[in-house]
Every structure is written in C-alpha cells, then in structure tokens.
Nanobody
Framework: QVQLVESGGGLVQAGGSLRLSCAASGRAFSGYDMGWFRQAPGKERDFVAAVSRSGGSTSYANSVKGRFTISRDNAKNTVYLQMNSLKPEDTALYYC????????????????WGQGTQVTVSS
C-alpha cells in the first residue's frame, strides 16, 4: 500500500483559491486511482474528485464541478486538487485516498488514506 500525506490547506476568503497536494510514498503510486474526499464537522465524509491511474480520466461531485480540478504527476508521486471560487460550504477536512476506482467512487473503493488537511473558507 501507499502512504499519503496531504498539504496545502488553510484559511481563505470566499471566492479565493487553494491548491491541495498529496504526496505518496511506498509501492506503485501509478497503480492506483486517486481521490479526494472531505468531511465537515458533524457530517459524513463525502466524495469530491477522483483521477484515473494515467491521469486521463476524472470525475467530480456535482457540488464542485466547474470549480475544482484534480490532477496527478506520476513522476512526482503526487496528486493535486486545485480549488477555485471557494465557498463557505467548502469548509472541511480534506482527505487524499488511493484505490481502485476513479468513476464516482465511494469510500469503500479506497485502501489507503491520508490524515487530512483543513480548509476553512470565510464569508
């Protein structure tokens, strides 16, 4: 399995942007589909975006479509989440995950998880 470490979270005003990064170590990063999930206080963890092993295919939750972009660099063992036009409702702990499905996956499709990075959007 891979070990995952997220970074790039922080406090931003509504309308602003952040880019999250997830660095992977261990075996065969390019052999995993990668995803981002988020969990707001008192709520369940929800799917945000996922990317296929090659980076050629992506899927997004409807709530972020058109504002967020997921990408990966297999040479750097890193997956990114570019977040634009941020809204207060995007405030959550964002998790990176490695798994076997990129098309609208659920949590159970992922086998490795990072510890999360906090994103807070002020109004």
């Amino acid at each position: 399995q891979v070990q995952l470490v997220e970074s790039g979270g922080g406090l931003v005003q509504a309308g602003g942007s952040l880019r999250l990064s997830c660095a992977a170590s261990g075996r065969a990063f390019s052999g995993y589909d990668m995803g981002w999930f988020r969990q707001a206080p008192g709520k369940e963890r929800d799917f945000v975006a996922a990317v296929s092993r090659s980076g050629g295919s992506t899927s997004y939750a409807n709530s972020v479509k058109g504002r967020f972009t997921i990408s990966r660099d297999n040479a750097k063992n890193t997956v990114y989440l570019q977040m634009n036009s941020l809204k207060p409702e995007d405030t959550a702990l964002y998790y990176c995950a490695a798994g076997r499905t990129w098309f609208l996956p659920s949590e159970t499709d992922f086998v490795s998880w990072g510890q999360g990075t906090q994103v807070t959007v002020s109004s």
